[in-house]
């Protein structure tokens, strides 16, 4: 299985600043995915981020609000920018197993605060 | 487009109780079905999954079959523990596709 880690794992900020969140996986993955998880509400796709390419954003989600690097195969960021309380969430990285046709892995996920 | 419509909680159920999560689907074509479950504090894991039609994905006691006629998923299992107090999460899709998740149930079981 892989293993996925997030840097932080959870901070608080304050309103109007930025954070970029790290994701590291301990193989090389084409692809990577950026989630959201609303409090209490379930996993929502931020972005899907393919090495050497633009992120694809959902509708909903723009670059210039979740920039997102892809600079090798093992990882990646996603920066939350210009924050406001709505941004209090856990954000999650995931990548699909190697040789698997369907299963994915799940960071440990960083709990944002905004205050 | 693909969703997962899933029986919202809270479920509370004594121990040893018999438990079912209902999960059904909508789909172009035939996507992978998963149940993630995350414990309290943690990350979410893998429980099990189904690849195809009558397929039964099956961990820890809980199980899921794949079911193309009824467009479900559900999870069960016989006899639930204090251990299985989590929140899950129904989904589709899979691999190099990003996933679809339900809205997630929370289950609560008291000793």
């Known amino acids: 299985s892989a293993v996925i880690s997030q840097k932080p794992s959870r901070d608080i900020c304050q309103r109007g600043t930025s954070l970029t969140i790290q994701c590291q996986v301990d193989?090389?993955?084409?692809?990577m995915f950026w989630y959201r998880q609303q409090p209490g509400q379930s996993l929502t796709l931020i972005a899907t981020?393919?090495?050497?390419?633009?992120?694809?954003?959902e509708s909903g989600f723009v670059i210039d609000k979740f920039p997102i690097s892809r600079p090798n195969l093992t990882f990646s960021t996603l920066t939350v920018s210009n924050m406001s309380p709505e941004d209090s969430s856990i954000y999650l990285c995931?990548?699909?197993?190697?040789?698997?046709?369907?299963?994915?892995?799940f960071g440990p996920g960083t709990r944002l605060t905004v205050l | 487009g693909n969703s997962v419509t899933q029986m919202e909680g809270p479920v509370t159920l004594s121990e040893e109780a018999f438990l079912t999560i209902n999960c059904t689907y909508t789909?172009?074509?035939?996507?992978?079905l998963f149940w993630y479950v995350q414990y309290p504090g943690e990350g979410l894991q893998l429980l099990l999954k189904?690849?195809?039609?009558?397929d039964k994905g099956s961990n820890k006691g809980f199980e899921a079959t794949y079911r193309k006629e009824t467009t479900s998923f559900h999870l069960e299992k016989g006899s639930v523990q204090v251990s299985d107090s989590a929140v899950y999460f129904c989904?589709?899709?899979?691999?190099?596709?990003?996933?679809?998740f339900g809205k997630g149930t929370r289950l609560s079981v008291i000793a």
């Open positions: 981020a393919n090495q050497g390419s633009e992120a694809t954003y």
């Open positions: 995931s990548v699909p197993r190697t040789g698997s046709t369907d299963t994915q892995y």
């Open positions: 193989s090389q993955v084409t692809m």
């Open positions: 189904a690849t195809k039609a009558d």
């Open positions: 789909a172009t074509g035939y996507p992978s």
């Open positions: 989904a589709l899709g899979g691999g190099n596709t990003p996933l679809v």
